[in-house]
């Protein structure tokens, strides 16, 4: 069940996130996506006892937040934005920064991909002239 689709997160320009509950095990999903590449997808999950429990916890996360409207247009200065924006969630990933309803979400990806993304200064999105 999706809880929240597609919100910009106002802290990294470009990466949305969307909020999914998983009834199966009692989890909630949080994919962490960017503008204009749709391969691109973090996820993050925690297991809780109890649907409810999943709920309140989640709840006044997504409620915390500002609504960000954002209007993304394709050029090379706002491709360029995103890039650095990326590099930036990556780093909060390692660090264990990434804004989650707390710290016990476990990344479900490989630790040293994202290394190595910051390391070689990986762009995600490109600009292609017209």
């Known amino acids: 069940m999706i809880l929240q689709e597609e919100k910009y997160i106002e ?9 999914i ?5 009692n989890s909630i999903i949080i994919y962490f996506n960017a503008f204009l590449n749709d391969d691109l997808n973090f996820k993050f999950e925690k297991i809780y006892k109890t ?4 709920f309140k916890d ?3 996360f997504i409620n915390h937040d500002k609504d960000v409207i954002i209007d993304i247009e394709y050029s090379k200065e706002a491709i360029e ?4 924006s990326l590099q930036s969630f990556l780093q909060a ?3 264990n920064k990434v804004p989650l309803p707390s710290k016990d979400y476990i990344y479900q990806g490989d630790m040293n991909n994202i290394k190595i ?6 762009e995600f999105v490109y600009w292609e002239d017209a």
């Open 11 to 19: 802290k990294y320009y470009g990466v949305y996130r969307e909020v």
């Open 51 to 54: 649907k409810d429990e999943a």
């Open 117 to 122: 993304a910051i390391d070689k200064k990986y």
């Open 81 to 84: 934005k995103i890039n650095k």
């Open 93 to 95: 990933i390692i660090d």
């Open 58 to 60: 989640v709840e006044k």
């Open 21 to 25: 509950f998983n009834s199966k095990n």
